[in-house]
DNA sequence: TGCTAAATGCAACGATGTTGCAAATATGAT
DNA sequence: ATCATATTTGCAACATCGTTGCATTTAGCA
């Protein structure tokens, strides 16, 4: 799916910062950080920008945010874009990447009357293989 | 089990910062943020003292940073001081609280070779029974 | 009591994220 | 194609989280 198409169907403006985060992610297919995305789109825009555009598509379900430590958070697309199941979210401490797992089952958790749950985050914290290899690199 | 055996069995010196973390922290039994521990304990330190002192508990395994949002840090005792079983964080969108829930179990994730999984973190984010029945607030 | 390694306070800094307001722009109506 | 307008953007300023370097203080041991 386009951009501008998955733009038009929620109602929102196909603006250039919009497009470009969504190209970006669907070309990359992985999850990505402000910082990221900023580096490798070729138009520039404000942070303040960034952030609202995130919020945005966020409120429509189009994309999440992944937050994997205070300071590293990433975005990625919903799984009704990229036909993934539901995955937990690996987070390499060397490297700084996040990829995505694919689990048997996020648990059902059972929680006490009258909370609602909107959402639920499985994340993994570790060192994927290219980082494993290189022994000398300590973990916090 | 008393702050300063906890320290002592790690050997850390018994500082008037990590006493005053540990001691709140066992006496409230609930995660708490920087913010929070700063308010309620007496005597005062320095930003940067509390950092440093949660870096050196975390790194002993004594407590446990959990990340709800990048805004919203929580470091809680582990396990086995607390005595709890294995268990998820709610998170509550509206007041900001963080609460153990017990879950029948973490899913075991398969990873890929020569992954290595350090920590586990399942974060459950909602609405907690209080800010539920205020039928008005909105969560974003 | 005194030594010493470790912990603290302070200042400065970097990154993430938010808010208010004026200027620019996407889009639907003309 | 042009216009009107609600939305989006850029900029400046700010808040919070977290880190680093360095001088000072302190816990714990001899």
């Not at 929620?10 to 070309?27: F, N, P, S, V, W």
């Not at 910082?35 to 920008?49: A, G, M, P, W």
């Not at 990433?74 to 987070?91: C, G, M, P």
């Amino acid at each position: 799916m386009e951009s501008a198409e998955i733009l038009s169907e929620h109602q929102l403006k196909a603006t250039g910062c919009r497009i470009g985060i969504l190209d970006l992610m669907i070309e990359s297919g992985n999850a990505l950080s402000e910082n990221e995305i900023r580096e490798k789109l070729e138009s520039s825009f404000d942070r303040t920008t960034f952030y609202r555009s995130f919020k945005t598509l966020d409120e429509h379900g189009i994309i999440h945010k992944i937050v994997v430590d205070s300071q590293v958070v990433k975005y990625e697309l919903d799984k009704s874009i990229t036909n993934r199941k539901q995955h937990a979210h690996f987070y390499c401490k060397v490297c700084d990447a996040v990829q995505c797992i694919d689990v048997a089952e996020i648990p059902e958790v059972v929680v006490p009357k009258h909370y609602k749950i909107y959402e639920v985050e499985l994340v993994l914290k570790g060192k994927c293989d290219k980082c494993s290899e290189m022994k000398s690199t300590r973990v916090q």
